[in-house]
């Protein structure tokens, strides 16, 4: 493969559009836990960049809030002030939302103008701007979901607002790797099929991470590994069919609780299992980190669970699972990479 030169401000670029969308995830995590989502009922793209600036607007606001069963079923006695507490998580969260698309959109035109963007670059490029325009879509379809007479978001809605997240920091990380990684060794096909496997299972525990959250599944059943004394609750077993159990947050939260266990195992031995095989170094990190990560993670998991998800903790287990998942995604990459690209 013949090697093509390219800017290393593009990394820098790039691992900047990162870092703010797991920002943009932890905001995320701070709304969602202070039931902050719902407090702006309207997506105005231009207008909304600027919050209420004077008393008559935050009455205005306020107003369109008292409209919605949020309000009327939930928040009744909620006044001024502590609807502006509510408000400012949001905003922020949609305000970096809005600073993540320029920081994308101008450098890009910029890099674009000089003709620093191979073709496959280029492409890829205007497929993370398409999956940052689907991720911003898909965070007002998951606020609409609230703003029924079930003042929830959709749990299905808030799952797939975060895997357009993790989508949005997998493509870019595998294109930075694209860019900067060494060539690998030849490893063999069993272990490079068992990486995949291992970040599909990240996925489905997210997946399932996510399920709890949007049903505050997280703050029952307190006690850890049992549910109240009991391996599943007997009260459920007649209540639950195939079509219903993942609407249920006693289920989910049980799912989680031993999928987590599951996919530890599976990451254990795909750990031991690569000691037994020719690494370079960066897969060597890449696995041990994998491995002590998710053992971080599953701690966290179990803490967060048994103190009723204080907002910290809430919100660190969820960045720990984005860089678990980071860090599987360069795994995956390592192990079936390209040959790096040359700098300028």
Known sequence: MQQTKYNPAIVWWLMSGVFLILAMVVI?????????????????????TLPPLNEQAWLVAFEKYKQFPEFQKLNYSMNLAG?????????????????????????????????????????????????????????????????????????????????LALALIGVILWTIADLTMAKRRYVPGNLV?????????ILIQIVLGA???????????????????????GYLAGELTLFNFLDNGVTVQFIHRWVAIVVLLIVAWFWFRSKAVKLNDT??????????????????????????????????????????????????????????????
């Open 193 to 201: 099929i068992v990486s995949k496997v291992v970040l599909a299972a």
């Open 283 to 344: 897969s060597k990190q890449l696995t041990k980190l994998l491995f002590i990560t998710f053992l971080v993670q599953t701690g966290l998991g179990i803490a967060t669970l048994v103190l009723a998800v204080p907002v910290s903790l809430g919100v660190l287990h969820q960045v720990v699972a984005v860089v678990l998942f980071a860090v599987a995604v360069l795994l995956v990459h390592q192990l079936s990479g390209k040959p790096v690209l040359e700098k300028v």
């Open 28 to 48: 995320g995590g701070i709304t969602r836990l202070t039931g902050s989502g719902l407090s702006i009922v309207e997506w105005n793209v231009i207008s909304g």
């Open 83 to 163: 609807f502006k507490n509510i408000f400012w998580w949001e905003y922020l969260h949609r305000l970096l939302g809005r600073v993540i698309g320029l920081v994308f959109i101008v450098p890009f035109l910029y890099f674009f103008a000089k003709k620093q963007l191979p073709a496959w670059l280029f492409k890829r490029l205007l497929f993370i701007l398409l999956l940052g325009m689907a991720q911003g879509l898909m965070g007002w379809i998951m606020v609409k979901s609230g703003l029924s007479e079930n003042p929830h978001v959709s749990h299905y809605r808030l799952a797939a607002h975060l895997l």
């Open 211 to 233: 399920f709890v959250a949007g049903l505050k599944a997280g703050f029952s059943f307190n006690t850890y590994p049992l549910m109240e004394g009991e391996f599943f609750p």
